[in-house]
């Protein structure tokens, strides 16, 4: 699913274009809030995924389709227009790297950092504040955590901050213990 959301250049070009009217109006955050919104949603909807992606359909009718969706959320008239010129355009397909890359201009503004931590099991409480503070001191900032659990791991931990993965868990130290042994 993730996949979906990469980067790309069109999706940049059209993220750049309109955080920049964004924020010259004073509107990042509610249009980043939007995106934010947009983004769930096509994330949860199957067939709201297929009707942007999907060549069958008409620009007009996807844009209809994402509109009345978002009007639920009451979004911001520049999100809208954004919108619209991608459907004018035929870029509508474009609108997961539009997401993906206004909110790395969003946080790379704001100074906010992501960090995704993948772990064998769900963190607890005290272990995601001492994750947090662990990484704030390791990168003077103040990380947002999004967690992962992926029972392969074995135990550990992996933390992806941006193109940066810190990998420290089982999985990973007995694949390498493996391929040493291999190598002997």
């Given at each position: 699913m993730?996949?979906?959301?990469?980067?790309?250049?069109?999706?940049?070009?059209?993220?750049?274009a309109?955080?920049?009217?964004?924020?010259?109006?004073?509107?990042?955050?509610a249009?980043?809030a939007?995106?934010?919104?947009?983004?769930?949603?096509?994330?949860?909807?199957?067939?709201l995924r297929?009707?942007?992606?999907?060549?069958?359909f008409?620009?007009?009718?996807?844009?209809?389709?994402l509109t009345?969706?978002l009007?639920?959320?009451?979004?911001n008239?520049?999100?809208?227009?954004?919108?619209g010129?991608m459907?004018?355009?035929?870029r509508?397909?474009q609108v997961?790297?539009?997401?993906?890359?206004?909110?790395?201009?969003?946080?790379?503004?704001?100074?906010?950092?992501?960090?995704v931590?993948?772990?064998?099991?769900?963190?607890?409480?005290?272990?995601?504040?001492?994750l947090q503070?662990?990484?704030?001191?390791?990168l003077?900032?103040?990380?947002?955590?999004?967690?992962?659990?992926?029972?392969?791991?074995?135990?550990?931990?992996?933390?992806?901050?941006?193109?940066?993965?810190f990998?420290?868990?089982?999985?990973?130290?007995?694949?390498?213990?493996?391929f040493?042994?291999?190598?002997?």
């Amino acid at each position: 699913m993730s996949d979906i959301f990469r980067e790309t250049e069109v999706g940049e070009r059209y993220a750049k274009a309109v955080f920049e009217l964004a924020d010259a109006a004073g509107q990042l955050d509610a249009v980043q809030a939007d995106l934010k919104t947009l983004k769930a949603l096509l994330i949860e909807s199957k067939d709201l995924r297929r009707l942007v992606t999907s060549h069958a359909f008409k620009s007009e009718d996807k844009l209809k389709g994402l509109t009345a969706v978002l009007n639920t959320a009451t979004p911001n008239a520049l999100t809208l227009k954004a919108l619209g010129l991608m459907a004018q355009n035929g870029r509508l397909d474009q609108v997961f790297g539009l997401i993906t890359a206004f909110t790395r201009l969003y946080d790379a503004k704001k100074g906010i950092v992501s960090a995704v931590v993948t772990s064998a099991t769900a963190l607890t409480d005290e272990q995601v504040t001492g994750l947090q503070a662990a990484l704030r001191t390791a990168l003077g900032q103040d990380p947002v955590l999004s967690q992962t659990v992926d029972p392969s791991l074995l135990g550990g931990l992996k933390v992806r901050v941006g193109s940066r993965l810190f990998d420290a868990s089982l999985k990973t130290k007995l694949d390498s213990l493996k391929f040493a042994l291999k190598r002997a």
